[in-house]
């Protein structure tokens, strides 16, 4: 395993299994009402450059219920490059915690700071990648169905980071991947190529493609995220517009396979993206992601802070 997780690409298909039984076991031992001390003494460090709600709580709980203790940085208290420089902000914070989660604007800053840092660093939202997320969103799918491999999993919307970390993890655990998205909001071009040479290694497709209706044929898990991101509040209006085309409502989860099931990051905003009757409906789970979100960090902390 790398000292951090930054990307999806920093992880083996071998390594993502890892992970994933590690978070069934460590849920079911929650649930049990069964907490084990494994990170005891040992804190983790927190900075928010945005808003967060499931990932600040998450992250923190998590640390709580492995005996550790997480500290909260938010936008005015560190003013990362402002006030001080990434690099000096990393090397100062290796000197007191065991560990980094970051959100940030620029997923560069995230590069620096695990650059800089002699501890493990955790990408916990950057504009071009969210990898907690996608992994929670696949352990949802495995208690869901009995294997992953073989599936077929559609993001309807901007090719954001949610859609390019999910695009990067489909490979590595044999799924096949198709964004629908408008002209001029595809995927990251870079984490494309990267995306196509591991699915080739793998026998499994990615595709870009315009129309939601093609694209979701024969879906097994259709994702969708809001069509502006945190740091693009500029652009709501003429967004609003292009990606009208691309709501997830019932008639488009009707094109897709029989029993498809229907996830969102969240937050959602209600109407644009996703119908009420969709996200509220049987076959959404984007709660038990949220939910997951908190099991798949805790195997995610230990693994790289035990
Ligand atoms: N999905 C997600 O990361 O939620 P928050 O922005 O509330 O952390
Ligand atoms: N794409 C969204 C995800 C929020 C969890 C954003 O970056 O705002």
């Known amino acids: 395993m790398k000292k951090d997780l930054v990307s999806i690409a920093d992880l083996a ?6 992970l994933l039984d590690l978070a069934i076991e460590l849920k079911t031992k929650l649930k049990q009402g069964r907490t084990e001390p494994l990170l005891e003494g040992k804190t983790l460090a927190m900075i928010f450059e945005k808003p967060s709600l ?5 992250f923190d709980v998590g640390m ?3 005996g550790g203790q997480a500290v909260y940085l938010g936008p005015n208290d560190i003013q990362l490059g402002k006030r001080e420089s990434v690099a000096d902000v990393a090397r100062n914070l290796g000197c007191w915690v065991d560990g980094v989660m970051a959100r940030t604007f620029s997923h560069q800053t ?7 840092a002699d501890i493990p660093v ?3 939202l950057s504009d071009l990648e969210h990898p907690c997320q996608v992994l929670a969103a696949a352990l949802s799918l495995r208690e869901k169905r009995d294997s992953l491999a073989g599936l077929k999993v559609v993001f309807v919307g901007d090719g954001n980071n949610v859609a390019n970390s999910l695009m990067l993890l489909c490979p590595r655990l044999n799924m096949d991947f198709v964004i629908a998205c408008p002209e001029g909001y595809e995927p990251n071009r870079e984490l494309t ?19 939601p209706y093609q694209a979701v044929k024969g879906a097994d898990l259709i ?7 945190m740091g693009q509040e500029a652009e709501v209006e003429e967004r609003r517009k292009v990606f009208s085309p691309y709501q997830v409502n019932k008639r488009l989860l009707g094109s897709a396979k029989p029993g498809c099931l229907v996830t969102h990051c969240l937050p959602a905003h209600r109407g644009e993206e996703i119908t009420d009757e969709v996200l509220d409906g049987p076959n959404c789970i984007a709660l038990d992601e949220a939910e997951n979100r908190l099991h798949i960090q805790k195997a995610i902390l230990f693994t790289l802070m035990k």
């Open 110 to 116: 995230i590069v620096e700071l695990a650059r800089n």
């Open 54 to 58: 499931r990932t600040r709580v998450t």
């Open 223 to 229: 994702y969708t995220d809001v069509w502006a991101s």
């Open 122 to 124: 955790i990408n916990g």
């Open 193 to 211: 190529e990267q995306a196509r040479a591991f699915a080739q290694r793998q026998g499994t497709t990615v595709q870009i493609l315009p129309d």
């Open 64 to 66: 709580f219920q492995l």
């Open 13 to 18: 298909p071998e390594q993502l299994t890892e």
